[in-house]
Structure formats: structure tokens, C-alpha cells
Nanobody
């Protein structure tokens, strides 16, 4: 069964950077649009960025200009470069295809201190 494994989260000070990775197993990664999502405590998971199978990108207004989504189809891996992080970016970050065809992974915790 195809799986997703997110990694790269951690604790960083405001203004810092992190690079998240999402490794996908199984076949079909290169054919799928992929996206990053995040979930705040007690809230539903929300969309933040998308990359199409032809590498077009789209961002939620809250992260546009600070986050960059990319993909390496040869490695079946999705990335999220996060710059100028803010305390309000603190959340668990997830990846999935769009539409969501994979089972959700465990996510990776990002914590931004003031």
C-alpha cells in the first residue's frame, strides 16, 4: 500500500528556515498533483501549497512568498522550503496527493519560537 513519510520538522526561532520532505512509496507519484497541509491543535487539517504533475505551483496567501513547494519525481519525494517562519506557523505538517489518494502519514511537527 502506498505510504507517505514526512520529515524535517523541528524547533526553530522566528525568522528561521526549515525544509520538509515527504517520501512516497508505491507507484504513481509523478502522475499526481501533490500538496502540503498543516494542522493546528484542535483544528482541521488545512491546505497550504500545491504542485502539479507539470510543476505548476499554488500557495495559500498565508504562506505565499515565504514557502516554496518542489518535487523530485526520480526520488518520489515532495519538499517544502519554509523561510521567515513565524510562531503562527507552528503546526503538524502533512503531505498528500490532490485529490487525497494516499493514507495520511504521521506528519512532522514544526515549532517556531518567538
Amino acid at each position: 500500500q502506498a505510504q507517505l513519510v514526512e520529515s524535517g520538522g523541528g524547533l526553530v526561532q522566528a525568522g528561521g528556515s526549515l525544509r520538509l520532505s515527504c517520501a512516497a512509496s508505491g507507484t504513481g507519484f509523478r502522475d499526481n498533483d501533490m500538496g502540503w497541509y498543516r494542522q493546528f491543535p484542535g483544528k482541521q487539517r488545512e491546505f497550504i501549497a500545491r504542485i502539479s504533475n507539470s510543476f505548476f505551483t499554488y500557495y495559500d496567501s498565508l504562506v505565499k512568498g515565504r514557502f516554496t513547494i518542489s518535487r523530485d519525481n526520480a526520488k518520489n519525494t515532495l519538499y517544502l522550503q519554509m523561510n521567515n517562519l513565524k510562531p503562527e506557523d507552528t503546526a503538524v505538517y502533512y503531505c498528500n496527493s490532490i485529490p487525497n489518494m494516499y493514507s495520511w502519514g504521521q506528519g512532522t511537527q514544526v515549532t517556531v519560537s518567538p
